[in-house]
């Protein structure tokens, strides 16, 4: 009898019409055309699957496999798809326009005011999130403006200390070559009416300006090397960076700032090159100097030491300067703003920055750092 009842009351196209919707609907998923519109066909489909399921449930000998369908069906579309409360509202209605026995209806009734809500509900936690997501995204990019701004204050700062050592560096040997050349022209035009007596002596005296010539020249020759140099670091490409090169380059810069006493010493092993940004590598070295100064008494000590480790590189800076406080320096990276004579200032972010810029080169920056006792910064870096 129950066959007899299945061949009279077929409910096999109820099934096979659904899994076909949804073969059909999940195949729209990879048709970039239809990526925009996705969320319409979804609920166009789930309003057909909705009007067959509720359709079948007083045409076929098991209304409950229809019935259970149907809920499925709906409750999947409102929680499994982006909809809209209108759209699960549409889904529900043509279910209730395929339902034909009054109880039934009102079970769909129900059912379409469920689906509703847990649309409604959905939706309004998915736009709370693209919210945040959009939030957050604006923050990450003020945050980035503001790193980039604040790299380029470095990157500046850096480049006119650099230009103010290297102008006070070329104005001693250009009044040397000046007062050379003026004094060897004085010397020559002696030599017409000099006794012969006084001949060896002004040959003397200009073989001492020759000297000193050659020396002034040789100090301009230096002098333009390093202006070519800054000129290089202008770059912000990536190329190769001569770390030990860098690290005499900031010292000479710190020295020219330097309280007189300050010893400044240098233990530079030889050490592979990097590829790296050298702009970038110089600013870091010159905060850290430039903090060391501050820290040190007129009689400071700051040592500077390279020396490569295997496939690391470590480059330490130690000075015995007054220290840093363990409250601060458990926070010594946080990027903060400060109050200081009523107005509003930064804080620790060229240290946040110069570490990022040695993160940035697959590398690491530490400080061990004691009150009274100095302090040490340790960099590592990839060879």
Known sequence: MG????????????????ILLGLATGAMAFVNAAYSRYRMIGAVSSAIAAYVAAHGISQTPQPDFALGAVTVL???????????????????????????????????????????????MLYSQRRSNYDSYLGVLQATEEFRSLQARLVLAENSTTMVRLSAALAHELSQPVATVTSSIDTLLLVSARHEGAAPHEHARLINLERDLGRSLKE???????????????NDLDEAGVRVAHLNELLNE????????????????????PIPEIQGRPQQLIAVFTTILTNSLEATSASGRIAVASRADGSRIEIT?????????????????DPAFQSADGRVSTGNWSLFTSRQFIKDHGGDMRIQSHSGQGTTVILTLPC
């Open 3 to 18: 066959l007899l009842a299945a061949l009279k009351y077929p409910f096999w196209p109820l099934p096979a019409i659904l």
């Open 74 to 120: 709906i409750l999947t579309a409102a929680a499994g798809l982006p909809l809209l409360p209108l759209h699960s509202l549409a889904v529900g209605l043509a279910a209730l326009a395929g339902g034909y026995d009054s109880s039934h209806r009102v079970f769909l009734a129900m059912l379409a005011a469920v689906s509703v809500a847990i649309t409604a």
């Open 216 to 230: 002034g020249m040789d100090r301009l020759r230096k002098m333009v090397n390093r202006i070519q140099r800054l």
């Open 250 to 269: 900031a010292v000479e810069l710190a020295k020219q700032h330097a309280p007189e006493n300050t010893r400044f010493e240098l233990d530079l092993t």
């Open 317 to 333: 800076f130690e000075d015995n300067g007054r220290g840093i406080p363990p409250e601060r320096l458990a926070n010594i990276f």
